[in-house]
């Protein structure tokens, strides 16, 4: 009885009578015990209970004790569920006890591209946008019904050179209604990125190769992990080639590309990412005809139940 507190341990005395109702009382306190039915005033702040104590030990290896008191365990419950645009409502599966959520922000519009001067033999190539952010989050209270919301894709620049738009924010709000997981969209190409005979460009037209500045990613805000996208870029190959990269969101798949205009293909349509919170790609051309440049790709919300 070390660890327990003895029901007035001053008045029990070897040797003495002692009263039949401390008797009594301690008895109970140790029938109680072993039993498995302790009561905190009985139990020391130095007591090392063990788990398998504890009222409602599952037999379970994989479960675990959560912060509310109740059991919490690594057992998938179905598929996950991804939601892929829109706001919407999540309602969590019976017996979830938490829940492993994934956002990615969407990612930026691709800018339309300026037109080469007649008979320039140049290269316009628009800046591509930035691919979302990614955060992860392990929701283990306020299971129930959540609101859930995918950012949009940013719209594309259109040809002459106007400006992609950015990608929207993804989110995931617990049953309180508060953020535990969000994630930014990438920017969407900037009209600043366009090179083009004549234009104040960041690079010169006058040959050579470089990579125009990226347009800013989106990046995880709200979380236990937090990831930024990757940044667009425009690269020029010469003074007449060259390429446009939308970035891609963390875990989301392949880069998106326009194939390389040059000064035999004229000029070529942006291409949209195929993977969840990628960017546009910019207008790309050799020619007098500008191009309009990409959408991004929506974002998306990935979540895994487990009792």
């Avoid at 003895?6 to 301690?26: C, M, T």
């Avoid at 290269?123 to 392990?138: P, T």
């Avoid at 040809?159 to 309180?176: E, H």
Wanted: hydrophobic share 40%; glycine share 22%.
């Amino acid at each position: 009885m070390s660890l327990y507190n003895i029901v007035n341990a001053s008045r029990l005395v070897a040797g003495q009578p002692e009263d039949v109702g401390d008797v009594l009382a301690n008895l109970q306190a140790i029938q109680g015990v072993l039993n498995g039915g302790i009561d905190d005033i009985n139990v020391r702040s130095t007591a090392a209970i063990q788990a398998s104590k504890l009222a409602g030990y599952p037999s379970d290896a994989k479960k675990f004790l959560k912060g509310d008191g109740s059991w919490g365990g690594t057992v998938a419950l179905g598929a996950p569920t991804q939601i892929l645009n829109g706001t919407v409502s999540y309602v969590a599966p019976t017996g979830a006890n938490f829940l492993e959520v994934e956002c990615i922000g969407a990612g930026g519009g691709g800018a339309g591209n300026a037109s080469t001067s007649a008979g320039s033999n140049t290269l316009s190539c628009a800046q591509a946008g930035g691919g979302g952010g990614y955060a992860f989050k392990r929701v283990i209270s306020n299971i129930g019904t959540h609101t859930v919301a995918v950012g949009a894709g940013g719209t594309a620049g259109t040809s002459g050179g106007t400006a992609g738009g950015a990608g929207g924010t993804t989110a995931f709000q617990d049953t309180t209604a508060a953020v535990v997981c969000q994630a930014s969209g990438g920017s969407g190409g900037a009209t600043a990125g366009l090179i083009a005979t004549g234009s104040a460009a960041i690079m010169s037209n006058a040959g050579g190769t470089g990579m125009q500045g990226g347009t800013a990613a989106g990046v995880g805000t709200v979380g236990d992990w937090l990831i930024a996208g990757g940044q667009g870029w425009c690269i020029r190959l010469s003074a007449s080639s060259g390429a446009s990269f939308g970035g891609a969101a963390p875990f989301g798949g392949d880069v998106s590309m326009s194939n390389m205009a040059t000064a035999s293909t004229g000029n070529f349509q942006a291409g949209g990412s195929n993977s969840y919170g990628g960017g546009g790609t910019g207008g790309l051309c050799t020619s007098t005809t500008a191009v309009a440049g990409a959408a991004g790709a929506n974002g998306c919300i990935r979540v895994k139940a487990y009792a």
